[in-house]
């Protein structure tokens, strides 16, 4: 019986690898995707995805010409010293389409873990609505997390904060009190479930946490999880990406679109590595471009700030103008 069911599976393989063949010729320079149902709805920052199904589409030409766009852009900013190595990964929120340069390099995240400590804690509200409205005391302390990017607005001593403020002021304003605060009052299984869940690779964290850890691509499945509704109700998603949209930071990815009117959910990380004074400036979110929303993430290293900010500004506007110049 046992060979008579590897016989099966052998002529099936076979059977199954000559049609391949076939499609395959007929198929040539395409692509596999999924064709997406999704609820638009009431909503503004997402848009939750119902069905996806398999189909192919021709060679994106387009997404090509624009890799090239960014390629040369890259090439430039690296001779002129204004960056020493910068992670891009680009998605394409209809459907799907995305492209990727040095995408799985790892980089430290900073601040970017802001990000899946909200994610985790609206998840845990989601059952225990009260929790955001439980209180905790601000008390001061040595914060080792050094701020190149000074807060606008920072937490007040000895003052009680509701979870719900100290989330906004960790988001908005990136203060690094409110992060410790958050994250010293919540089960730490709960937010390495969050990593888990999402399929964010946590192992050199735990070897060397305050190190290159992640990637570009692997951290944006943070904002993809938001924009699908996918991991966080529809209510949940929404506020986090509302919430993401107020973030007071707009040297990076906000200053490379020239539209006010254009919303964009996104968090920026900075890290300088006392050891060998390297700098990493990140920036990565949802710009809502008219019918065309994507996902942008771009991760630098260099020596300053203000030109790794310039450049991602660069990468920013590079992408912003081919999507501008397209029907």
């Not at 890799?67 to 190595?85: A, Y």
């Not at 992670?87 to 929120?93: A, E, F, Q, V, W």
């Not at 059952?127 to 050094?146: A, F, G, M, R």
Request: proline share 5%.
């Amino acid at each position: 019986m046992l060979i008579k069911n590897n016989l099966k599976i052998v002529i099936f393989s076979i059977i199954f690898a000559f049609f391949g063949y076939i499609f395959g010729k007929n198929t040539q320079n395409k692509a596999s995707v999924f064709s997406e149902i999704r609820n638009k709805g009431k909503y503004q920052f997402i848009n939750p995805l119902l069905e996806c199904d398999s189909v192919s589409f021709s060679s994106n030409i387009a997404l090509d010409s624009l890799k090239n766009k960014l390629s040369s852009l890259i090439s430039s900013l690296e001779s002129s010293h204004q960056l020493n190595l910068v992670s891009i990964y680009y998605r394409d929120l209809n459907n799907g389409p995305w492209l990727g340069i040095n995408e799985k390099e790892d980089f430290s995240p900073a601040s970017l873990i802001k990000v899946p400590l909200l994610i985790t804690y609206y998840k845990a509200a989601e059952s225990n609505p009260d929790l955001l409205k439980q209180t905790l005391i601000y008390t001061p302390k040595k914060n080792e997390l050094v701020q190149d990017i000074i807060p606008s607005v920072t937490l007040i001593p000895d003052k009680p904060y509701t979870i719900e403020e100290l989330i906004r002021e960790m988001i908005v304003y990136s203060d690094n009190d409110a992060y410790e605060l958050l994250l010293n009052n919540i089960d730490n299984q709960l937010l390495v479930n969050t990593y888990q869940d999402l399929g964010v690779d946590l192992s050199d964290a735990f070897v060397n946490p305050n190190g290159n850890i992640i990637p570009v691509k692997s951290y944006a499945a943070f904002f993809r999880v938001l924009f699908n509704a996918s991991y966080l109700n529809n209510e949940m998603s929404e506020k986090a990406l509302r919430l993401l949209s107020e973030v007071q930071y707009e040297n990076a990815l906000v200053k490379g679109i020239n539209d006010p009117n254009i919303k964009i959910a996104h968090k920026f990380g900075e890290r300088t590595f006392t050891d060998t004074g390297e700098k990493q400036l990140h920036d990565c979110g949802i710009v809502y471009f008219p019918q065309k929303p994507y996902l942008i993430c771009v991760m630098t290293r260099g020596t300053d700030f203000t030109n790794l900010a310039s450049a991602i500004a660069q990468i920013s506007q590079t992408i912003y103008q081919d999507l501008s110049q397209k029907p």
